[in-house]
């Protein structure tokens, strides 16, 4: 499985350029196809579920075509589509699935709608309802309720009332809505129950304007179709910047940057027409700098310096970035409840249960309902801690627990399902996040890698990290549980939750002191042998870099440099000549009152300088980007020296 491991973050501030909004995106090219005349569309989102709306709109017959660089030419099909037959898969695109079912119902031809095992597990029953209400031929291809669907031509009655539930999906409403202008007559829907995502809905409506279809509302129980409304081209639309996707780097900025440094997203402003842009009012309640103009929105961290403030909050209008809300709690005083989410159960995945789960992972205490969540802030008795989060094929489960490396460091399962709606979060998210800074010094046996790294994170009041110990720490857990060596399940699952620390005086496991421990000639045999299965070394990489934390670490291993912390802030190869260091050696062993022979001990490292070299697996190497540090003819003090003018001059840099 694929996957991403984030360091923890200490701070945030700059400014984003928001992708395009997908629920403008895919409601602009549905409506360009189905109008009179040609479209330009500017700054549309290029993602999974925009391509699975252009892919569907291609097959049908809609001529699209580049328009300079960031623009779409759609001709329009006034309101029938020329393909009368096709089969389209939509992925686990929700805005696409549910507004093709709608117009395609109308279109008068044959049409098979799929998409992936999860898309036919959202219910789309009440939508299909209403459509058969007004004539249409839709049949469930498995269970009834649920896509995939066969849509058959048939003869659509001009009804005046079409009923439809408002409290499973906005887009049920929107599809009916966005379809209900080819029926060519007037017809009022009525909506039962509470709609929920009243803004998405408020969307659909804008759009259908700019296309020149106004849809008459009475609050927000019925809306009218005139007779004879169709289709036309404005000429040129210019899609906003996602406001859902604005919502990850301005909580970013309610947590980590300062008022005078805050994060800007560029692309959507103060009077945005999606309905997520109120996801800054939830920040500002909860006690966030925020401040906006017509094209930006920027957030800090509260001007009085306190933390964030809990918030209670009904999320009916930002059912999306709500989701983000539940992240950002982590860093509030006070619980945080977000009521009015029932939608987020039939989502790409059931969001409530999957935001539990996970947060949970992180040591979150969290209580969830039908269509709540409440999280409870960490404290000292339940402090966060570093976990692997799972994503369920959600993007938005993805970016929303990127945030929590202001707390902790993580490991993210398949980022790349942020394609769905902005392939280059991660990217975004490295420019605006700065983690904690890491100094990874690399080196051959007894070059005296470990004693400078010791004293460099001393001084500077840094983590340490002894990576060549944590095998050793693995092989004597595994021993102490009963786990042969030889197990690589069991080892595997030693290696993940190992509880390890390293101090000034050496290392603790699980609490007590076991440096003696480790160098135990048979617990030196058992480290070989684990740290040869890959299943341990994959989990004792990620274990590796849950040591990256604030205010920063100073790493020493073989691989330091070159695998486990390859954006390290500062590289340094240590190193010295084999005969310097087996005298070293010699004398470390002599003070232990243990036996040395300085001859043996110089072929020995000599040995081990060619496995390290031509190991297959991370071999011992200097980094183009590693600095030098030849110890031959330098004191401890005087490489400690060297290596922190080096990273003064790094931070300065």
């Known amino acids: 499985m694929t996957f991403i491991d984030l360091p923890q973050m200490i701070s945030a501030s700059g400014s984003v350029m928001l992708p395009g909004s997908k629920s403008i995106s895919n409601r602009a090219l549905l409506l360009a196809a189905l109008a009179q005349g040609e479209t330009e569309l500017r700054a549309l989102l290029d993602s999974d579920d925009t391509a699975r709306m252009r892919e569907a709109l291609a097959t049908l017959g809609v001529a699209m075509s580049a328009a300079g660089e960031d623009g779409l030419r759609v001709s329009g099909s006034n309101g029938r589509f020329p393909v009368r037959q096709a089969e389209l898969f939509l992925g686990n695109a929700g805005t696409a699935f549910r507004s093709l079912t709608a117009v395609l119902a109308f279109a008068g031809g044959e049409y098979v709608l799929k998409g992936v095992p999860r898309m036919h597990e959202r219910p789309i029953g009440d939508l299909v309802d209403a459509l058969v209400t007004c004539g249409a031929s839709i049949k469930s291809l498995e269970k009834e309720g649920f896509p995939p669907l066969l849509i058959r031509p048939a003869v659509i009655r001009p009804c005046s009332v079409v009923k439809i539930r408002g409290d499973v999906s906005s887009q049920f409403l929107s599809g009916l809505l966005m379809a209900l202008p080819l029926a060519g007559a007037q017809v009022t829907v009525e909506v039962e129950g509470?709609?929920?995502?009243?803004?998405?809905?408020?969307?659909?409506?804008?759009?259908?304007?700019?296309?020149?279809?106004?849809?008459?509302?009475?609050?927000w129980r019925a809306f009218s179709i005139p007779a004879g409304a169709r289709y036309r081209s404005p000429g040129l639309y210019r899609v906003e910047g996602d406001a859902s996707s604005a919502s990850y780097f301005l909580a970013l900025g309610a947590i980590g940057a300062g008022a005078g440094n805050p994060v800007r997203v560029i692309g959507v402003g103060k009077d945005a027409v999606q309905g997520d842009v109120r996801f800054a009012d939830a920040l500002t309640a909860m006690g966030a700098t925020v401040e906006a103009g017509e094209n930006w929105i920027s957030a800090a961290r509260p001007a009085d310096g306190k933390p964030l403030t809990g918030i209670h909050l009904d999320c009916n209008h930002i059912p999306d970035a709500a989701m983000t809300l539940a992240v950002a709690a982590l860093f509030a005083q006070g619980e945080t409840t977000l009521a009015n989410i029932g939608s987020w159960r039939v989502k790409e995945t059931d969001r409530i249960a999957a935001m539990a789960a996970e947060l949970r992972k992180l040591n979150v205490r969290v209580e969830e309902g039908a269509d709540f969540l409440k999280v409870v802030p960490p404290d000292a008795a339940h402090p966060l801690l570093?976990?692997?989060?799972?994503?369920?094929?959600?993007?938005?489960?993805?970016?929303?627990?990127?945030?929590?490396?202001?707390?902790?460091?993580?490991?993210?399962?398949?980022?790349?399902?942020?394609?769905?709606?902005?392939?280059?979060?991660?990217?975004?998210?490295?420019?605006?996040?700065?983690?904690?800074?890491?100094?990874?010094?690399?080196?051959?046996?007894?070059?005296?890698?470990?004693?400078?790294?010791?004293?460099?994170?001393?001084?500077?009041?840094?983590?340490?990290?002894?990576?060549?110990?944590?095998?050793?720490?693995?092989?004597?857990?595994?021993?102490?549980?009963?786990?042969?060596?030889?197990d690589e399940t069991g080892v595997t699952a030693i290696a993940s939750r190992l509880d390890a620390e390293f101090h000034a005086g050496g290392v603790r496991l699980n609490g007590r002191e076991v440096c003696e421990a480790i160098r135990d000639e048979d617990i030196s045999s058992g480290a070989s042998k684990v740290a040869?299965?890959?299943?341990?070394?994959?989990?004792?990489?990620?274990?590796?870099?849950?040591?990256?934390?604030?205010?920063?670490?100073?790493g020493d291993g073989r691989d330091m440099g070159s695998v486990v912390f390859p954006g390290a802030q500062l590289k340094i190869f240590l190193t010295a000549s084999p005969a310097i260091r087996a005298v070293r050696r010699t004398q470390q062993l002599l003070e232990?009152?243990?036996?040395?022979?300085?001859?043996?001990?110089?072929?020995?490292?000599?040995?081990?300088?060619?496995?390290?070299?031509?190991?297959?697996?991370?071999?011992?190497r200097q980094e183009a980007d590693a600095l030098l540090l030849d110890t031959e003819h330098l004191s401890i003090d005087e490489a400690v020296a060297k290596v922190l003018g080096w990273f003064t001059d790094s931070s300065c840099g």
């Not at 993007?395 to 902790?408: E, K």
């Not at 341990?536 to 934390?549: M, Y």
């Open 386 to 486: 570093p976990a692997v989060i799972d994503t369920y094929d959600d993007h938005r489960m993805a970016m929303c627990f990127s945030l929590a490396t202001f707390g902790v460091p993580l490991r993210i399962h398949d980022p790349g399902c942020v394609a769905k709606t902005f392939p280059g979060y991660f990217a975004c998210f490295n420019t605006v996040a700065r983690p904690a800074p890491v100094i990874a010094i690399d080196g051959p046996t007894a070059s005296g890698k470990g004693t400078v790294s010791v004293r460099v994170a001393q001084a500077l009041g840094f983590n340490y990290l002894d990576s060549g110990a944590l095998y050793r720490l693995t092989a004597l857990a595994a021993r102490e549980a009963g786990v042969d060596w030889a």
């Open 592 to 620: 232990r009152n243990e036996p040395a022979e300085l001859c043996a001990i110089q072929a020995d490292l000599e040995a081990r300088d060619v496995r390290d070299l031509n190991r297959p697996v991370a071999p011992l």
């Open 532 to 554: 040869a299965l890959p299943a341990v070394r994959e989990a004792l990489l990620f274990r590796q870099r849950t040591f990256h934390r604030a205010p920063g670490l100073v």
């Open 194 to 219: 509470e709609l929920i995502s009243k803004p998405y809905v408020d969307l659909t409506l804008n759009l259908m304007a700019r296309f020149g279809v106004a849809v008459e509302r009475e609050g």
